[in-house]
Nanobody, 120 residues
Framework: QAQLVEAGGGFVQPGGSLRPSCVAS????????MGWYLHAPGKQRELVAY???????NYAYSVKGRFTISRDNSKKTVYLQMNNLKPEDTAVYYC??????????????WGQGTQVTVSS
């Protein structure tokens, strides 16, 4: 299983930007689909975006045009560039790694999460 370590969350005002990162170890990174999920208080965890080993991406409707997922296979790292942040983006953001071409699956791994708070 992958070991995933997130960093780069924080506190930002509405309209601001953050760029969380997730470093993976223990896996052949380039064959894994990597993704970001959010878990807001009182709600279920939901998918934000994912990127396959080949670079294909998919985004939740709520973040299209504002968030960009990318990966650096040489650094075994996935990023989530978050622009024009809104208070409703406030959540713990989790990194996920799953082998193959999908983000869901029984062999996936989770990071410990990083808190993103958007408030004035």
């Amino acid at each position: 299983q992958a070991q995933l370590v997130e960093a780069g969350g924080g506190f930002v005002q509405p309209g601001g930007s953050l760029r969380p990162s997730c470093v993976a170890s223990g896996i052949t990174f380039c064959i894994y689909t990597m993704g970001w999920y959010l878990h807001a208080p009182g709600k279920q965890r939901e998918l934000v975006a994912y990127i396959t080993g080949g670079g294909s991406t998919n985004y939740a409707y709520s973040v299209k045009g504002r968030f960009t997922i990318s990966r650096d296979n040489s650094k075994k790292t996935v990023y989530l560039q978050m622009n024009n942040l809104k208070p409703e983006d406030t959540a713990v953001y989790y990194c996920r790694a799953n082998p193959g071409l999908t983000i869901e699956g029984p062999r996936g791994s989770w990071g410990q999460g990083t808190q993103v708070t958007v408030s004035s």
